[in-house]
């Protein structure tokens, strides 16, 4: 089954369906009578040497009152995606890069960029073969569009750059001539068009909130697998404190809840405790706030993936070519920041509770294990986690606040979203680990509570519980815990 590129709504779910099942992607005819239109309007245009064109017939940035001669304008496109492949640091991870290529193409599909089909169809080519170019995190101010980022993605177009392709790096050159693919003869406003846009940005909020989404389900599985072992009391889920405070996420937080402890013979036993700590009793307002913060951050990203995010922006209907700010990662830059803050407090109370769990509280045995003091137990993962979850708090120092003037002070004001785009992915990151960890302690504490109760949780709880048993034994003495770490973050997974 194929994707087909169209003006249609391109929803967070699609997205992931393409992803999972590795979907072809092509235009849609209406996509290429868009483009062609617009490129030849623009070709038209160009034909009226007394108007100046921003980025079309002109330099770039603070350049952008040299004119440029007419035979030099492919040349111009060329350097500028030659010159601005500027980036630093770590590349990034493949399955964001297949996402830049993807969304790339999405917002150069609607006509207003003034591209050559071909440019587009091969960002496509890429896509549909796994020719992933290498990009680097470091390099974007998210304001005049991920310029150093987007140039890396664009270098092999005009055959320059690397690619992973089958595992290998290899010079994109290479490559196209085991396609037969030649390198593009970028026209005018080409290069601007590929290297002004926030794709960097989106498809790292994209792969984020994609994350968000399932590891905001494990928060709610891990954390009733907790509240059973820690012999929690099901009082603060019911549905009539949420119907007071009516916040989406919360209600829906204390819903599941329900139903996943829904037959649980642990649940429902008498408890000699009236209350439980915050980390238990608050689950329906802080994992509730994640989910809501969540969605916002859907609405605001999908929006963004269904625009034309480059600049001059072309009006063939119109009949103008305005030069104005769509590339400007504010819009994103800020709803990153506060998705990054939203994931460290999912980790945040993830760690409070696995503390609970070794504390020795509640019958069970002080960090797990049945002889303590000879055995550590579960007391390091705690540190483990609380390192985490520090150093998560220091990456949502809210990289949107910052401003750097940059071109000779004509991009006075950018938004830094690409710091917040690859700070999000680091949060989410740890909070995964975080929550794996929680898994870990849970199911061993959950072990205890079957013995001293002799009562077990509810069927679906349980089958979670059994299968994790199929990976991560019960621990009785001390060993090697890093790779049982590992082994629940796979679970997870």
Known sequence: MKHIISKEHLSLGEVKAILDNRRK??????????????????????????????????????????????????????????SHACGAGETVRPDIVRLMLLLKAQSLSYGHSGVQVVTVQRLLDMFNNDILPIVYQQGSLGASGDLA????????????????YKGKVRPSAEVWKEFGWEPITLQSKEGLALLNGTQFMSAHAVWSLLQCHRLSEWADKIGALSLEAYD???????????????????????????????????????????????????????????????YYVESVIENEINSATDNPNIFPEEDMIISAGNFHGEPIAIPMDALAIAMSELANISERRIYRLISGQREL????????????????????????VSQNKGLCW??????????????????????????????????EKVLAIELLN????????????????????????????????????????????????????
């Not at 140039?151 to 690619?163: C, D, K, R």
């Not at 949107?400 to 989410?428: C, F, Y």
């Open 25 to 82: 992607v092509e235009l849609s005819p209406e996509a290429v009578a868009a483009i062609e239109k617009c490129r030849g309007y623009l070709d038209t245009k160009m034909k009226d040497p007394e108007k100046p064109l921003y980025g079309i017939t002109t330099g770039f940035g603070s350049l952008c009152n040299v004119t440029i001669l007419a035979d030099e304008l492919s040349q111009l496109q060329h350097n500028l995606v030659m």
């Open 232 to 294: 929690g009391r099901i009082e603060p889920f019911l549905p009539l404190t949420h119907q007071l405070r009516p916040h989406r996420g919360q209600i829906e937080t204390g819903e599941r809840f329900c139903r996943l402890l829904e037959g649980s013979g642990l649940i429902h036993m008498n408890k000699e405790h009236i209350q439980d700590p915050y980390s238990f009793r608050c689950i329906p307002q802080v994992h509730g706030a994640v989910k809501d913060n969540i």
């Open 442 to 493: 849970a199911a061993q504490a959950l072990d205890f509570r079957h013995e001293l109760s002799g009562r077990r949780s509810s069927d679906v709880l349980e089958e979670i519980f059994s299968d994790f048993r199929k990976v991560v034994p019960f621990i009785r003495d001390d060993v090697y815990m890093h790779p049982l770490i590992e082994a629940s973050i796979t679970f997870i997974r």
């Open 365 to 388: 045995p002080r960090f797990l294990v049945a002889n303590p003091g000879l055995n550590s137990g579960f007391m390091i993962p705690q540190y483990t986690a609380a390192s985490i």
């Open 398 to 431: 809210p990289a949107s606040v910052d401003s750097i003037p940059s071109s000779q002070g004509q991009e006075d004001h950018v938004s830094m979203g690409a710091n917040a785009a690859t700070k999000l992915v680091r949060v989410v990151d740890n909070c």
């Open 149 to 164: 980022p987007l140039a890396h993605l664009s270098l092999p177009l005009i055959g320059m750059g690397e690619v992973l």
